[in-house]
C-alpha cells in the first residue's frame, strides 16, 4: 500500500521518470490510496502482462481520472472484445501504411514550416513553439483541411495538453465535436480520400457507422494524436539538447535515424493507460478484485532493467523490435497511429537536424514536466548560434 498520486509523483515536475522509477524499487503491484484508489502495475513485466491480458481487464473505464471515461466514450479505445475487433478493424485499414507513406510529404512541409519560422530566433520554448504544434498541423493533414484552420485546433490541442482548468471534461468534448462535426457530416455524406473518409466507408462488421460512433471515432484519433506526440517530440528533442554527441552522430548518419527514433520512444514513453478488471485477478499472490482499477505506466516496462538492459541508456544499435517495448502499448488495443507517429518522429530528427544548428538547453532557464495519463515536458527552453549555417 502506498499513497502515489499518478497526477503528481513527488518531483515529478523535473523529472519524469524518475519520479515513476522510484516505484520499481517496491514490489510488482501496489495499491495506491490517492485518487480514490486504486492498483498500480510497478515492475516491468507485471505491466506487460495485465496490459496484454483484455480478456480479464477491460478497458472501458479508460482513466482514472474522474468523469473522463464517461463522457469521451472513445471507439475503439473504450471497447472491449467482439466490439472492439469490429471497430477497430476500419480505423486500422485507415492507417495501411501506403496512406502513412502518402502522407510522409505533407509531414515534412509542416515541419520545414516550424523550423523556417524558428532557424533565424537563436531561442524558443519547443514545447508551445513546435512540439504542440507539429501534431496539429499532421492531424489537418489527415483530414484534408488547410493549414490555415490551425488557431482554432490550436486552442483545443493546449487545453488538452496543458488544460488551466478553465474547460471541465464536459466542454473539453463539446469543443473537439464541435470542431469535427463538419468534416464528419461531409466526409459521410461525400467521402473523399482523406483518413476519416477512408474509415467510415469501411463497414462496422456488416453495417455502416451509425453518426455517434462516427463522432466517437473521430474524437478518438483526434485526442489519441495531438498530446502524445507532442510528448513524444518533446522528450527527443530534450534527448538532443542534452546530447551534443548524439546530434553529431544523427546528421554525420543520417541512415541511422529510423533505429534512433525506435531507441527514443522506447527510452522515452510518457503514457499510461488504465483498466478495469472485469474477473478477479491473482498477481504475485495478491487479488485485482473485479471492478477494481489498474494503472499501467509504459515507463515501468521500458525502463525496467529486467526488461531492457541498461534501459536508461540510449543505444541507437540496440536492435530494438519495436513492438517489444510499451511506448505504443501491447495487445489488442496496440496504438493503431504507432506507423504514423514513429513516421512523424523519424520526420521530426531529419527535418530538424537537416535545417537547425545544434542546440542546447538554455542555462537560464529550466525544463519542466507534468504527469498525467500523458505525461510530457511544459517547457523546454532551447538556444541556438543563429549565424551558423
Ligand atoms: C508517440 C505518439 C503516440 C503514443 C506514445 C501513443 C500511445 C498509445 C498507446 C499506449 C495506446 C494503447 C492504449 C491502450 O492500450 O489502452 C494507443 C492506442 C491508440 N492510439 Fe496512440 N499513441 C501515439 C500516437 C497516436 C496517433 C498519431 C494516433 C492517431 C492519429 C493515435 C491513435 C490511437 C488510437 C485510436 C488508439 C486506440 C486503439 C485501440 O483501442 O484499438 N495514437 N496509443
Known amino acids: 500500500m502506498v499513497d502515489f498520486d499518478i ?116 531561442a524558443c520554448d519547443f514545447v508551445s513553439e513546435f512540439a504542440e504544434i507539429l501534431p496539429l498541423n499532421i492531424f489537418l493533414n489527415l483530414i484534408e483541411v488547410p493549414l490555415a484552420d490551425r488557431p482554432r485546433l490550436r486552442q483545443l490541442g493546449v487545453q ?99 533505429a534512433a527514433a525506435d531507441e527514443l520512444m522506447r527510452r522515452y514513453p510518457t503514457v499510461a493507460v488504465s483498466r478495469n478488471a472485469i474477473v478477479d485477478v491473482e498477481v504475485d499472490g495478491l487479488t485485482i478484485r473485479k471492478g477494481d482499477l489498474v494503472y499501467l505506466p509504459s515507463v515501468l516496462h521500458n525502463l525496467d532493467p529486467a526488461c531492457f538492459d541498461a534501459p536508461e541508456a540510449v543505444q541507437f544499435d540496440r536492435g530494438l523490435i519495436p513492438v517489444r517495448h510499451t511506448t505504443m502499448g501491447v495487445g489488442a488495443h496496440r496504438c493503431v497511429g504507432a506507423a504514423l507517429a514513429r513516421m512523424e518522429v523519424i520526420v521530426f530528427l531529419r527535418e530538424w537536424l537537416a535545417g537547425m544548428p545544434d542546440i542546447s538547453l538554455d542555462p537560464a532557464r529550466s525544463v519542466t514536466m507534468k504527469g498525467g495519463n500523458v505525461g510530457a515536458c511544459t517547457c523546454i527552453p532551447l538556444v541556438w548560434n543563429a549565424s551558423i549555417d
Open 160 to 258: 488538452l495538453t496543458r488544460p488551466d482548468g478553465s474547460m471541465t471534461v464536459e466542454g473539453l468534448k463539446q469543443a473537439a465535436d464541435d470542431y469535427l462535426w463538419p468534416f464528419i457530416e461531409r466526409r459521410m455524406r461525400e467521402p473523399g480520400d482523406d483518413l476519416f473518409s477512408r474509415i467510415l466507408a469501411l463497414p462496422v462488421q456488416d453495417r455502416p457507422w451509425s453518426v455517434d460512433e462516427a463522432q466517437r471515432m473521430c474524437r478518438n484519433l483526434l485526442f489519441g494524436g495531438l498530446d502524445t506526440v507532442a510528448a513524444m517530440i518533446g522528450m527527443v528533442a530534450l534527448h538532443l539538447a542534452r546530447h551534443p554527441e548524439d546530434q553529431l552522430m544523427l546528421r554525420e548518419n543520417p541512415d541511422m535515424i529510423p
Open 7 to 122: 497526477f503528481n509523483p513527488p518531483g515529478i515536475e523535473t523529472d519524469y521518470f524518475a519520479a515513476w522509477t522510484a516505484l520499481l524499487e517496491g514490489p510488482g503491484l501496489v495499491w495506491t490510496t490517492a485518487n480514490g484508489g486504486h492498483w498500480i502495475g510497478a515492475r516491468g513485466d507485471i505491466v506487460r502482462r495485465l496490459w496484454a491480458d483484455a480478456d480479464r481487464l477491460s478497458s472501458e473505464c479508460l482513466a482514472v481520472t474522474p468523469r473522463l471515461g464517461e463522457v469521451m466514450q472513445f471507439i475503439p479505445l473504450q471497447s472491449d472484445g467482439a466490439a472492439h475487433k469490429a471497430f477497430r478493424g476500419p480505423v486500422v485499414k485507415g492507417f495501411a501504411s501506403r496512406f502513412i507513406t502518402a502522407l510522409e510529404p505533407g509531414v515534412e512541409a509542416a515541419a520545414r514550416e516550424l523550423i523556417a519560422g524558428l532557424r533565424e530566433r537563436g
